[in-house]
């Protein structure tokens, strides 16, 4: 495990995390100089601990948001203040240089979006007071509240999603991956939320059996061809479902595997199941099921680690253990507060928030269940693979 402790660099300001690397920590830093707000993109050197700034900017519209994608060589930010003009920058992650400075206006107000990869990001909009007949026009004919476009860098172009099985997707229900050189595309296609997803199985008498969570794949390359096609029916390959009677939601991938938490409604039963990433074949690997004599706990998905562990509360902790992906064993005292994740099957992360009338306080803390030794911080705290970043 290694702890990078970004809060020596910097002071009074706010640090949003871009990506954590094996070689460079990518962030953006907000403060205040000499009575103007500037947001600077910064790397830090792993190997040498240090800090370069790649670019910076004086924030003249202190509304607007920014949402930043990492790229092997460029960062994307688009910044947006919920409006229908977004602005969207795409910077050399080593020169500096602005690849592209786009003010782009869409239809309705800003909801969210997703780069899909350095040239192409998807725009999800929803009414506002500019659009609202429009919106309802289209609420009318397709039954979603939401618009979604694909919008093209290098061509300076919109292009509108006419399948409506993205039109009803949120920026998250869409991760990108690479298989094989090539990259891949998985699309969530969720009902609604999982209270929502069992209400309708107890009212499956009346609501039916078409109420459907789906997992969809499709390449990349194929899925912007088609938008810019303007195909209605995108070649989207379908490779999990559950019905009324059932759930299915993402547990997280790593280099071989996409994993899914999938629910039988009138046994109870849950499991994790993976679909490899070369083959598309599929297995259970995980029975998150307790069993008759075992006593009260709770199954904790990390999905950035792609890790499950059973979390059984004691009188003054935690025990946990591995269910996917971890054969870990401890237990840690209740002081270090909820658990966060799992390092090295060793290290526990874990968070402890107090709040008062005016402030809230956040310490996070680092376990290690071989020494007995802990840590902690009063910061936020990052996790990727083996490494610890606080900020």
Request: glycine share 6%; with cysteine; hydrophobic share 35%.
């Amino acid at each position: 495990m290694k702890v990078i402790d970004l809060r020596n660099i910097v002071t009074d300001s706010i640090v949003e995390l871009i990506s954590i690397g094996p070689s460079a920590i990518y962030y953006a830093e907000e403060k205040e100089e000499e009575g103007h707000r500037s947001l600077f993109i910064l790397e830090y050197d792993r190997e040498t601990r240090k800090e370069r700034i790649i670019a910076n900017y004086f924030l003249i519209k202190p509304s607007f948001v920014q949402h930043y994608f990492d790229f092997p060589h460029e960062i994307i930010i688009v910044m947006e203040n919920g409006g229908s003009t977004v602005w969207l920058l795409s910077l050399d992650k080593d020169t500096g240089e602005e690849k592209a400075l786009e003010e782009i206006h869409l239809v309705g107000g800003f909801f969210g979006c997703k780069a899909l990869d350095e040239q192409h990001v998807i725009f999800y909009t929803q009414k506002n007071e500019q659009h609202r007949e429009l919106f309802d026009e289209y609420r009318r004919a397709t039954g979603f509240s939401r618009v979604a476009c694909l919008y093209d860098i290098a061509a300076h172009k919109y292009h509108y999603i006419r399948d409506q099985r993205i039109c009803g997707l949120s920026p998250e229900d869409l991760a990108v991956y690479q298989v094989g050189g090539k990259a891949q595309l998985l699309i969530l296609q969720p009902y609604g939320s999982e209270e929502e997803k069992e209400h309708c199985y107890r009212n499956r008498r009346w609501m039916g059996d078409g109420v459907e969570d789906v997992a969809w794949l499709c390449p990349l390359f194929d899925f912007v061809v088609g938008i810019k096609s303007g195909e209605y029916r995108l070649p989207l390959e379908r490779v999990l479902s559950a019905g009324t009677d059932g759930l299915l939601r993402f547990a997280g991938m790593d280099d071989y595997n996409l994993y899914f938490r999938a629910k039988h409604f009138p046994t109870n039963d849950q499991r994790i199941c993976a679909v490899s990433k070369a083959t598309v074949s599929k297995a259970v690997v995980a029975d998150l099921n307790l069993r008759p004599e075992e006593g009260p706990a709770s199954f904790y998905i990390d999905t950035d680690a792609a890790q499950v562990f059973r979390v059984e509360e004691t009188e003054d902790g935690y025990h946990i253990t591995g269910a996917l992906n971890s054969v870990v064993d401890t237990y840690y005292s209740k002081e270090l507060g909820d658990f966060m994740c799992c390092i090295e099957d060793r290290f526990i992360v874990a968070r402890y928030t107090m709040s008062d009338d005016t402030d809230t306080f956040t310490f996070h803390s680092i376990f290690d269940s071989r020494t007995g030794k802990q840590q902690s911080f009063e910061c936020a705290c990052a996790v990727k693979g083996k490494t610890v970043v606080l900020y």
